[in-house]
């Protein structure tokens, strides 16, 4: 089984910087990853972090801590596109993808 | 690479009939394909786990003979929404195991009315 928490909603200015926060409890781990999902369409893939420590992709970088059940995406210079919904999954040893509710990122100007 | 096509991407049917969505890797061979539901606000929900020649392993909760999930081939999966109600009004996703366990690649997505 599996429980994965992020926070429901975040608002933040263009052009600044916000942490998406999310921690989970899993029975196996493969893997966590980051999703970005804006409404009507499918997810798509941000970032996977199977090994402790920050991953750095463009303006998104992703962090785990395997022993804290722990993980966060950073969006850095927040652009208007960026408003939609982020999605943290954890794959267990099955392989099956556990997704969190998500969470609402809206971007104001 | 790694392109996954869904059909139809959105589709209205009546109460008591049945609906067909085809999920297809276009560029490469997956054994493995995963269908999800998502309801508005809420996130994905694995429903079924679809391995090509075998029959699919449903999550709990899911019935199996309600939707019916076949992967004939190594490039397609279909699920089948039998006698569909408008409480199975849904997004339905499907996704792909790619060539390393961990990868899966999303479809484009399929709304579903039931009216």
């Known amino acids: 089984g599996q429980n994965i928490d992020q926070p429901t909603e975040m608002t933040a200015t263009e052009g600044a910087i916000v942490q998406i926060n999310c921690t989970y409890q899993t029975s196996g781990f493969n893997g966590l990853f980051w999703y970005q999902q804006h409404a009507g369409e499918a997810p798509t893939f941000l970032s996977y972090n199977v090994l402790d420590g920050l991953e750095e992709k463009g303006r998104f970088s992703s962090f785990l801590s395997r022993s804290k059940g722990y993980s966060y995406l950073l969006l850095k210079e927040l652009q208007m596109k960026d408003s939609a919904s982020y999605l943290c999954?954890?794959?267990?040893?099955?392989?099956?993808?556990?997704f969190g509710a998500g969470t609402t990122v809206t971007v104001r100007a | 690479g790694a392109v996954v096509s869904q059909h139809p991407s959105w589709v209205i049917c009546k109460s008591g009939t049945s609906v067909k969505i085809e999920c297809r890797s276009l560029?490469?061979?997956?054994?493995?394909m995963f269908w999800y539901r998502q309801f508005p606000k809420q996130s994905l929900m694995l429903m079924a786990t679809?391995?090509?020649?075998?029959?699919?392993?449903?999550e709990q909760g899911v019935e199996k003979d309600k939707f019916l999930i076949n992967h004939a081939s190594l490039t397609l999966s279909t699920l089948t929404v039998t006698s569909a109600h408008p409480e199975d009004s849904s997004f339905y996703i499907c996704s792909a195991r790619g060539p390393a366990d961990y990868e899966q690649y999303f479809g484009p997505g399929t709304r579903l009315t039931v009216t």
């Open positions: 999954a954890v794959i267990e040893n099955d392989y099956k993808l556990s």
């Open positions: 679809s391995n090509e020649g075998s029959k699919a392993t449903y």
């Open positions: 560029d490469f061979q997956a054994t493995t």
